[in-house]
Structures are given as structure tokens and as C-alpha cells.
């Protein structure tokens, strides 16, 4: 039972540290809390590697998703260029999800803002992922 | 028990659930491989006691039978678990909780992916380690070549699926090769365990140390591979030896190479201590009849056994975390 004790609590402080390695995405148009003056005319990423874009969504401050036509494509690639509808001036949020050539899957957020040449970027970001 | 059970959400603590079931389908495909592997050179060993023996006795007979349920068994469980797994990620991707585990679209992209061709063959490898099964691996000559080269197909297929996916797949070919030769060599000792185990209740003492001996010589050339393939892959997979502290991935690896130190010194103790005491017992006793100190050693072996397939449980679970939701830092 010590052992098992033993075991596990070593396994907690092991594991309850840990940080995931894979990064992903390591560049995008708009970039990562980007301030732009009018609407991007298209939503650049580029990845570390190769991979499935599995799922990508825009939303505007107020939550809303954007239609810009995303499909999940089978062949895997390191980039990405979708072309975007007019966007009205707001924050807004691109969240990803991405399928590794090792079938590992990560995802990650970032924010940009149109317009609001004062307002501060609500900078959030956050990567994390999980394998399968 | 409460306190481990509180350790433990800490240990899965920001896991999902899909994280946490493909853990667990993962440890049972583990399961389903070694088995396979395990029982393929089980059976590798007791075809070449029958050559030398020209004849089959019944105690090998049983062995024979036992271990072809025993990876019967061990395929059933694998070919279970691959399928379980793959709706698993299904589900993880789709992110529509448990109805998601059917979603075409994420069905279609993973089976498209590596993931359908790991899939592929490994349910290939664990149907040809069914039908090796059904086949008796006795003395007759064409029959007994045709199920030991289906075992053989069987380990080819299920090792190059280890070669698709995982870290592994980001790495060149010879991390490749290496990779399928290390699955292959720990899969086929941590399988042993079982048959090993049942063996110390069946065989007296001579028999049994034939068979302990027999394994023994074989375990120190597996050990030695999984040893080498093992260094050779760290050495690829980290830049510095830093990245053992600093990353959570580097710690895990160090506990899995503490719990396989446990392991590998277990198995010296059966090897150099254990299973000679074995031979002394049965020599002392002068006669084939089981006497209590021969079932004393035999006992203690079998206990010993026994801890050791707890240990390989335990690098089965600690493999099955790290390659699921930790990654090399050299593969970011």
C-alpha cells in the first residue's frame, strides 16, 4: 500500500507538471493580437509541420460566428489561406484545431481586432493540445 | 484509499475524458501486443524443445494449448481495444461529447490519416495471431512452419503499425526501425510474464527449470536490444540532458526508466538467484515428485513472477501517458 502511495504520489508530482511540447502553429496573418486599421482580406496559418486543418472558427467580440466558407481538408499542408468576408470593426477570436502527422491533436486560440484604433487588444492566448 | 484516488485527479488533471479512455484503450492494445509477441516466442521456445524432444509430452502438449489461448485471448483484447481507440479519437476531435465518437466527417479525416493505416495493420497483425491460434503447433512439420509464420507476419505487421503513428512518426527511418525492433523485444519479454508465471504452478521443478533456463538465455539477448534500442532512441529524442528535468516529458521518461531498472533487476535476482535455487532444490531431492521445498521455490518464483508483471503494467501505463499527452521537445 506504501508503495502504491509511493508510486502515485510521484506519478502527481511527475506528471502535474508537465507541459506539452508540440507548439503548432507558429505564424498567422492577422497575427496574434494585431491591431488593424481595416477588414484582413484573408486569415494566413502556418504551422511547425505539416498537418489536417480539422477545424478553424472566427467569432467577434460578441461571440458570433463568421461564415468564411472553412472545410476540413484531408491532405495536410503547412499553410493555410482562407479568404474572409468584410469584417466589421470588433475583437475577434480564431480558435484551431489541427491534426499532426502523428495523428496528434492540438489546438489554440488567438484574438485580433479591426479598427478601434485606442481600444486595447484583450490579448488571450493559449495553446494546448492533446495527443491521441 | 481516498488519498490516491485524490492523487490520481490531480495526476489526469486537465485530461479529458477522450484523453483519458484512449489512455486506457491504448494500455489494452499494449496488452493485446504483448500478449501476441509473448506468447509467439512462448511458443517459438516450446517448438524447440519438441524438435530436440522428438515427440510432444503432455505437459508441453498443455503448454501449447494454454498458450495459444492466451494469445487468442490477448488478439481478441487487441482487435477490441484498436477499434475502441480509433472511435475514441473520433470523439476527442469531433468535440461533441459521446455522440461525436460517430461523427463521419472526423471518421473519414482520421481513417484517411495514419491513424486508418496504424489501424489497418494492426487489426491485420491480431487476426493473423487468431488464426496462428487455431492452428496446433505440434510436431507435425507443415502445419507447425505455417502457424510459427503467420506468428511471424503477424509481429511485422504489428510492429511497422507502431512506426505510423506517435512520436515515432516524426522521426527518420532508422528511428523508425528502431522504434518497430523496441516494441517488438519489450513486447515479447513483458508477454513471457504470463506464460513464465503459469508455468511455475504446473511444472515441477526440473521441467521448470528447463524452461526458466531456456528463457533466461533468450531474456539476456531481448534485454540487451530493448536496453540499446531503448538509449539509442532517447538519444534522438532529447538535445540535452536537461530536458530529462526540465520537461515534463524528460520526468516521465525518468520515472519509466526507474521503473524498468526495477524490472530488470527483478529479472536478474529470478535468473541468477532464483532459478538455480530451483535446480539445487530439485537436485537435493534426488526425484521428480514435488516435494515442499521444491514448492517453496517454485512459490517464491511465482510470487516473484508475479510482481514483475505488476512492474511491466506499470511501464505499459507509464508508455501509454507519455506518448498520448506528452511530447519530445526536439519533435515540437
Known amino acids: 500500500m506504501k508503495f502504491i502511495k509511493t508510486i502515485v504520489i510521484s506519478a502527481t508530482m511527475i506528471f502535474s507538471f508537465a507541459a506539452f511540447a508540440h507548439s503548432g502553429l507558429v505564424k498567422s496573418s492577422p497575427a496574434k493580437n494585431e491591431m488593424l486599421q481595416g477588414s484582413p482580406q484573408v486569415l494566413a496559418l502556418t504551422f511547425s509541420s505539416p498537418v489536417r486543418l480539422v477545424k478553424l472558427t472566427l467569432k467577434d467580440g460578441g461571440g458570433n460566428d463568421i461564415k468564411f466558407g472553412f472545410k476540413p481538408k484531408m ?4 499553410q493555410f489561406s482562407l479568404d474572409l468576408p468584410q469584417l466589421t470593426p470588433s475583437s475577434y477570436s480564431v480558435s484551431w484545431m489541427i491534426m499532426g502527422e502523428d495523428a496528434h491533436k492540438m489546438k489554440g486560440q488567438f484574438n485580433f481586432m479591426v479598427h478601434k484604433a485606442m481600444a486595447k487588444a484583450t490579448e488571450h492566448d493559449h495553446a494546448s493540445h ?3 | ?22 489512455i486506457m484503450t491504448k494500455w489494452l492494445i499494449y496488452i493485446g501486443v504483448t500478449t501476441s509477441l509473448g506468447g509467439f516466442l512462448m511458443t517459438l521456445m516450446n517448438a524447440r524443445s519438441i524438435t530436440r524432444k522428438r515427440q510432444i509430452d503432455t505437459s508441453t502438449r498443455s503448454a501449447v494449448d494454454d498458450l495459444s489461448g492466451y494469445m487468442r485471448k490477448g488478439a481478441m483484447i487487441g482487435i477490441l481495444a484498436v477499434v475502441m481507440n480509433f472511435f475514441i479519437q473520433v470523439g476527442s476531435f469531433a468535440e461533441t461529447g459521446l455522440a461525436g465518437m460517430w461523427d463521419p466527417l472526423m471518421t473519414e479525416i482520421l481513417w484517411q490519416s495514419s491513424v486508418g493505416g496504424s489501424i489497418s495493420w494492426r487489426i491485420a497483425g491480431f487476426v493473423l495471431v487468431l488464426l496462428a491460434t487455431l492452428m496446433p503447433v505440434k510436431r507435425t512439420g507443415f502445419v507447425k512452419k505455417s502457424a510459427l509464420g503467420l506468428l511471424l507476419m503477424a509481429t511485422l505487421c504489428l510492429a511497422y503499425s507502431f512506426t505510423l503513428i506517435g512520436h515515432s512518426a516524426d522521426m527518420d527511418d532508422l528511428g523508425k526501425c528502431l522504434v518497430a525492433i523496441h516494441v517488438v523485444a519489450i513486447g515479447a519479454w513483458i508477454g513471457s510474464l504470463i506464460p513464465l508465471w503459469i508455468m511455475c504452478g504446473r511444472l515441477e521443478a526440473q521441467s521448470l527449470k528447463g524452461g526458466m533456463d531456456l528463457f533466461g538465455k533468450q531474456a539476456i539477448f531481448i534485454v540487451a536490444v530493448v536496453v540499446i534500442t531503448g538509449l539509442i532512441l532517447l538519444s534522438l529524442l532529447f538535445n540535452s540532458p536537461s530536458e530529462f528535468i526540465d520537461t515534463g516529458y524528460g520526468r516521465a521518461i525518468l520515472t519509466k526508466l526507474f521503473i524498468i531498472s526495477m ?3 527483478i529479472a536478474a535476482l529470478h535468473k541468477f538467484h ?8 530439485a537436485q537435493e531431492s534426488g526425484s521428480l515428485a514435488v516435494t515442499g521445498d521444491e514448492a517453496n521455490s517454485a512459490g517464491i518464483l511465482k510470487r516473484s513472477i508475479g510482481v514483475e508483471i505488476l512492474i511491466a503494467a506499470l511501464i505499459l501505463t507509464t ?3 507519455l506518448s498520448s499527452v506528452l511530447g519530445p521537445q526536439n519533435l515540437a
Request: a negative charge.
Open chain 1, 75 to 78: 491532405q495536410s499542408s503547412n
Open chain 2, 1 to 22: 484509499m481516498i488519498m490516491p484516488a485524490i492523487l490520481m485527479t490531480d495526476v489526469f488533471y486537465g485530461l479529458s475524458l477522450f484523453d483519458i479512455l484512449g
Open chain 1, 130 to 132: 492533446s495527443h491521441d
Open chain 2, 319 to 321: 508508455t501509454a501517458v
Open chain 2, 263 to 265: 524490472i530488470l533487476a
Open chain 2, 274 to 281: 532464483l532459478v538455480p535455487k530451483l535446480d539445487g532444490k
